[in-house]
């Protein structure tokens, strides 16, 4: 490939290769080297790189049309994706509106929770609930619900600014409640803040069911998801599940929702759900909810793509290869693997302090201090020096700052759902070594952890 400088600009200046091909959990660079996709990206590549499958599916869409506008045609590839992923709903989210991706999937459940509110005359319900830390996209709306103060400070000013809880990061208290009270504590929280703000104006709570970027596949007690849905029903505020990065079998099951055996009012979906072979994403919702506003005179929402023939070939295939290859039962079963070599790497390393996550999104979290979790040092800006080591070895990670985005470490660990068990154990060489590279550095203990 060319020296010559790049037009283009992201996040920030680090250096990377050019991306020659992937095939399956790899990556390899223009030179060969091979890289471990231990992240999926970011969260994305759930079934994997390169299937020949999707690839064909794609290819005879291509050869009928790749653009039909949503009101000018049905078009076969959405109505047969909007059917299967009904198919794998619980039971009575049964609409579906396409979309590009999550940001715009969130966005869709919030305005679609905002006209629905109109129709039954509730005009003063309003404010969306949300968590601290959460992440829930990076246009101002979504990024109004998402806790993240380094990415939401500088645009304060042009948000409404949308009512927060504490996410229940259990692991973090130090009381002498049991988990599941704890569970209880956290949600209470909602309906403290409910009745605070006025149940008159509040419209919806959104949250993650396991934690994704700002919280690291933080997962609360089970006690806390019955009781969310408790409170949310008490006050007819509807209940959203940001789904982007748990749904499409990434936890185990197809929605992580269906762990607790808790229906949402929407869903938004993302990432995994098109696996990354094309943009796309979902809201759905029930019929409940979907025909009033289309009653009323139509859902005044809408993306240029959404819907496009051929995202939807391609999500179609990703959904018919979970479902063919039994993925989530792959994902169920490697997930119990990984969390066992991780909290195998928690023995090792006395500055890992916490290890977490459902199926295949699971995280570790640095400390300086295990008894009360104190952060390490911010300035050793251990959350991104990981990440460069790891990735000079052949490991691509995924890490944050933990505690809203000013201090704490942890890392996501979530492997495309084909992973062997074989492959974890390549993925967790690499990464003891890379852990082993930082602690060097930085100074740090190794060993058996007292």
């Not at 939807?312 to 070599?341: K, W, Y």
């Amino acid at each position: 490939m060319t020296d010559a400088p790049s037009h283009l600009f992201y996040q920030s200046r680090t250096p990377r290769p050019f991306l020659d091909h992937g095939e399956g959990i790899y990556l390899f660079d223009e030179t060969g080297k091979r890289y471990i996709d231990g992240s999926s990206g970011a969260m994305v590549s759930n079934i994997g790189h390169s299937n020949p499958r999707v690839l064909a599916a794609m290819k005879a869409q291509m050869d009928r049309a790749t653009f039909g506008y949503r009101l000018h045609f049905r078009t076969e590839a959405s109505e047969a994706l909007a059917t299967k992923t009904v198919s794998m709903m619980p039971k009575g989210l049964d609409r579906v509106f396409f979309v590009s991706g999550g940001s715009e999937a969130v966005e869709s459940a919030v305005k679609l929770a905002r006209q629905y509110a109109i129709t039954q005359g509730q005009e003063s319900r309003w404010k969306v609930i949300s968590r601290f830390p959460s992440y829930h996209g990076c246009t101002l709306g979504a990024l109004d619900l998402t806790g993240y103060d380094p990415l939401a400070r500088p645009f304060d000013p042009m948000m409404r600014g949308m009512p927060k809880v504490p996410a229940p990061a259990t692991y973090l208290d130090r009381d002498n409640l049991s988990e599941e009270q704890r569970g209880l504590k956290y949600a209470e929280m909602l309906r403290d803040k409910i009745l605070a703000e006025g149940p008159e104006t509040v419209l919806a709570f959104i949250m993650e069911p396991v934690g994704g970027a700002s919280t690291g596949a933080l997962v609360a007690p089970d006690s806390y998801y019955g009781r969310i849905r408790e409170i949310c029903d008490e006050f007819g505020i509807l209940l959203i599940y940001d789904e982007v990065m748990t749904g499409a079998g990434r936890t185990g099951r197809f929605l992580a929702a269906q762990h607790w055996g808790i229906t949402p009012d929407i869903v938004a979906l993302s990432k995994g759900f098109g696996a990354g072979y094309a943009p796309l994403g979902a809201m759905v919702a029930p019929a409940r909810l979907v025909d009033p506003i289309l009653d009323a005179g139509g859902f005044l929402h809408g993306f240029t793509y959404a819907g496009n023939p051929l995202a939807c070939s391609a999500g179609l295939a990703v959904l018919e290869e979970i479902e063919t290859q039994d993925l989530i039962g792959n994902a169920a079963a490697m997930g119990v693997v990984l969390m066992e070599q991780l909290k195998g790497l928690m023995a090792r390393y006395p500055f890992i302090g916490d290890v977490r996550g459902k199926g295949l999104l699971t995280a570790f979290e640095f400390v300086s201090d295990r008894e009360t979790m104190e952060p390490l040092p911010a300035e050793l800006n251990a959350h991104s020096r990981l990440v460069e080591l790891a990735y000079t070895r052949g490991l691509i990670t995924y890490s944050r700052r933990t505690r809203g985005g000013v201090a704490g470490d942890h890392f996501l660990i979530a492997p495309p759902l084909i992973i062997k068990e074989h492959q974890i154990g390549e993925m967790m060489e690499i990464l003891t070594d890379s852990l082993d590279a930082f602690a060097a550095e930085v100074g740090l203990e190794t060993g058996v952890a007292a």
